[in-house]
T-cell receptor, first 117, second 114 residues
Framework: AQKITQTQPGMFVQEKEAVTLDCTYD???????LFWYKQPSSGEMIFLIY??????QNATEGRYSLNFQKARKSANLVISASQLGDSAMYFC??????????????FGKGTHLIIQP | ETGVTQTPRHLVMGMTNKKSLKCEQH?????MYWYKQSAKKPLELMFV???????ENNSVPSRFSPECPNSSHLFLHLHTLQPEDSALYLC?????????????FGPGTRLTVL
């Protein structure tokens, strides 16, 4: 079974609109972390936002926010006021285990977001 | 140099060649990672090193041999590869013990095996 599921292979969004990228996860650990990364065509993975399993508030970083619904095991990324430069692949990832550990990430298949002018 | 650097950025090799990928992090982190990104597949974790010690090998074939001489450098030695090993190889680093410990990635090495 997949641990990270991203159900939207591709999305087209009009510039300046908000966009929600879906992510559901599967783990039996009580302690875990959820990450979103952006990968432009250049290939480098850029960290966007993090949510810890014990964090009670949804994480926010500038135009990015994470809609964390623990009971539903979902961690959707919301990008407000989208810009042309937001066009990229977006990956949801999970780290299981203790916070702050040296554990590898499990990634979803990604969503290819295209912002249209 | 800043962040995480990887060399070479592109590599073409035959199945009988031996080559090495290099990763260097300039962030003072203690943990380093190798990931493989194949077309149409999620990123796959290959190896984890923490304070130079290998802590995870994700069932990677022995034709991939990692080396971590210190916390700033990570190598991936390649020999007798197969065409299906063609992929983008990404290196990452992180600082353990912090609240987030996000991983910072390098630009990757695009490997083509002929």
């Amino acid at each position: 079974a997949q641990k990270i599921t991203q159900t939207q292979p591709g999305m087209f969004v009009q510039e300046k609109e908000a966009v929600t990228l879906d992510c559901t996860y599967d783990t039996s650990d009580q302690s875990y972390g959820l990450f979103w990364y952006k990968q432009p065509s250049s290939g480098e993975m850029i960290f966007l936002i993090y949510q810890g399993s014990y964090d009670e508030q949804n994480a926010t970083e500038g135009r990015y926010s994470l809609n964390f619904q623990k009971a539903r095991k979902s961690a959707n990324l919301v990008i407000s006021a989208s810009q042309l430069g937001d066009s990229a692949m977006y990956f949801c990832a999970m780290r299981e285990g203790q916070r702050g550990g040296a554990d590898g990430l499990t990634f979803g298949k990604g969503t290819h977001l295209i912002i249209q002018p | 140099e800043t962040g995480v650097t990887q060399t070479p950025r592109h590599l073409v090799m035959g199945m009988t060649n031996k080559k090495s990928l290099k990763c260097e992090q300039h962030l003072g982190h203690n943990a380093m990672y190798w990931y493989k990104q194949s077309a149409k597949k999620p990123l796959e974790l290959m190896f984890v090193y923490n304070f130079k010690e290998q802590t995870e090998n994700n069932s990677v074939p022995s034709r991939f041999s990692p080396e971590c001489p210190n916390s700033s450098h990570l190598f991936l030695h390649l020999h007798t590869l197969q065409p299906e090993d063609s992929a983008l190889y990404l290196c990452a680093s992180s600082q353990t013990g912090t609240s987030v410990s996000e991983q910072f990635f390098g630009p990757g090495t695009r490997l083509t095996v002929l």
